[in-house]
């Protein structure tokens, strides 16, 4: 019977030093900022630090137009806009065409992830569907820009 409750015990302490050893996990905490339009919608903003993406002298954002209409449920309109990363001008016309662009090249229907450069290619994820079907997005980047001011390290010196 000692042998029971010694066992009992140990178990106790066992259970009583995982629970002191485990902490209360809190969700994301995100910084939202919550504003109410003049219509009475509400617009919640979130900062992202990590768009844009720049490469080769030019500036790339994902942007997402909400749907028009009353189905709020529906996806909207994903776009790609470039523009030169020294003066503003947008390019976004050279990287492709499409009926449903305006200021941006329309890539489909969902919210696009961060775009990434990668041998002169752009590529983003869509949380939708692009024209094609499916959900990788992938256009070519415009033009690369290489400033070379020295043929070689000892012209630093």
Same mark, same amino acid.
């Given at each position: 019977?000692?042998?029971?409750?010694?066992?009992?015990?140990?178990?106790?302490?066992?259970?009583?030093?995982?629970?002191?050893?485990?902490?209360?996990?809190?969700?994301?905490?995100?910084?939202?900022?919550?504003?109410?339009?003049?219509?009475?919608?509400?617009?919640?903003?979130?900062?992202?630090?990590?768009?844009?993406?720049?490469?080769?002298?030019?500036?790339?954002?994902?942007?997402?137009?909400?749907?028009?209409? %009353?189905?709020?449920?529906?996806?909207?309109? $994903?776009?790609?806009?470039? +523009? #030169?990363?020294?003066? =503003? *001008?947008?390019?976004? !016309?050279?990287?492709?065409?499409?009926?449903?662009?305006?200021?941006?090249?329309?890539?489909?229907?969902?919210?696009?992830?961060?775009?990434?450069?990668?041998?002169?290619?752009?590529?983003?994820?869509?949380?939708?569907?692009?024209?094609? %079907?499916?959900?990788?997005?992938?256009?070519? $980047?415009?033009?690369?820009? +290489? #400033?070379?001011?020295? =043929? *070689?390290?000892?012209? !630093?010196?």
């Amino acid at each position: 019977m000692n042998n029971f409750f010694y066992c009992l015990a140990l178990r106790g302490l066992f259970f009583a030093f995982i629970l002191m050893g485990v902490e209360l996990v809190e969700g994301q905490q995100v910084d939202v900022k919550e504003r109410t339009l003049s219509n009475g919608m509400k617009l919640l903003m979130l900062e992202r630090h990590h768009s844009p993406t720049i490469a080769g002298g030019m500036a790339y954002f994902p942007i997402f137009t909400p749907p028009k209409g %009353g189905d709020k449920c529906k996806n909207g309109a $994903a776009s790609i806009c470039a +523009v #030169d990363d020294e003066c =503003g *001008t947008n390019y976004s !016309s050279t990287l492709g065409k499409h009926a449903k662009s305006d200021e941006c090249l329309y890539v489909g229907e969902g919210i696009l992830s961060k775009i990434v450069t990668f041998g002169g290619k752009l590529y983003a994820n869509i949380a939708g569907k692009a024209d094609d %079907g499916t959900d990788l997005i992938s256009k070519d $980047a415009i033009g690369m820009e +290489v #400033d070379i001011t020295r =043929g *070689t390290w000892k012209e !630093s010196f």
